[in-house]
């Protein structure tokens, strides 16, 4: 096999499509966001007959999914779900994660707490020894917005609101999005707990709580399957 041989777009289709093998068939599966998790929701639609539906993490998922023909469910109307599937801006060697670079990582959070096992996509360039390099996104109540910004700073990050068309980003949920860089996060559990307790937070981008259990990682080689 040709080490050059997958191009960015085939590795997430090689990686979307080896996460099929861990959708359970007659079992709702949870459904992540972004281009990665586009590829698995194009697979999962040749396994459409053998689920009963999704509960997704955002409402462009959802759209995809039903574009597909596969149902989508309340999160409410599921009490727990085999496996969830999405993808990961990081994730360092013990399966912990930042995610929401596609602004989704609140639904994601609550998905991901729903789910036995976080079975994480990705390409070989999100696997880190630290997390940290990418900017650490937080969704919160926009009046706490700059207070919270105050806060990182005082742990040596810099944080400022996402825009999109020079306004702020707003979210699924109504808030809006802080991405703090420069940031080490060495202890990802106790960072996690950590900011989840400050005021305005809604959800922190640290995914340590809710951890990968497997990680199937897009390579020159093919897909990899690490194990948490």
């Known amino acids: 096999m040709s080490t050059t041989s997958y191009t960015q777009d085939e590795l997430k289709a090689l990686v979307g499509q080896a996460a099929l093998h861990y959708v359970v068939p007659g079992e709702i599966v949870g459904v992540g ?8 929701i194009d697979a999962l ?5 053998q689920i009963p ?3 997704s993490s955002s409402e462009a998922s959802t759209a995809r999914l039903k574009a597909l023909g596969i149902p989508v469910l309340d999160a409410n109307e599921v009490s ?4 969830y599937i999405d993808g990961a801006d990081e994730i360092d060697g013990k399966g912990y994660m930042i995610k929401g670079g596609g602004a989704a990582l609140t639904r994601e959070k609550i ?8 079975v994480c996509i990705a390409d070989e360039s999100k696997k880190v020894p630290v997390l940290g390099g990418f900017p650490l996104p937080v969704e919160v109540i926009p009046m706490a917005a700059q207070r919270i910004i105050r806060q990182f700073a005082a742990l040596g990050g810099e944080g400022s609101v996402r825009l999109k068309d020079g306004q702020p980003l707003i979210t699924d ?4 999005i ?16 950590e900011v989840n307790q400050w005021p305005g937070v809604v959800t922190v ?14 390579t020159p080689r093919g897909v990899e399957t690490l194990t948490y």
């Not at 639609?45 to 007959?49: G, V």
């Not at 727990?80 to 496996?83: I, P, Q, R, T």
């Not at 998905?111 to 976080?118: M, N």
């Open 178 to 193: 802080v991405d703090v860089r420069g940031l080490k996060i060495a202890d990802p559990l106790a960072f996690e707990s």
């Open 111 to 118: 998905v991901a707490s729903l789910s036995k096992r976080f």
């Open 53 to 55: 539906g999704a509960v």
């Open 80 to 83: 727990s779900l085999s496996v």
């Open 45 to 49: 639609a040749s396994m459409r007959d």
């Open 205 to 218: 981008g640290v995914f340590a709580h809710q951890k990968a259990a497997v990680c199937l990682l897009g």
């Open 33 to 40: 966001t972004g281009s990665t998790v586009n590829k698995f």
């Open 173 to 176: 949920n109504g808030q809006v």
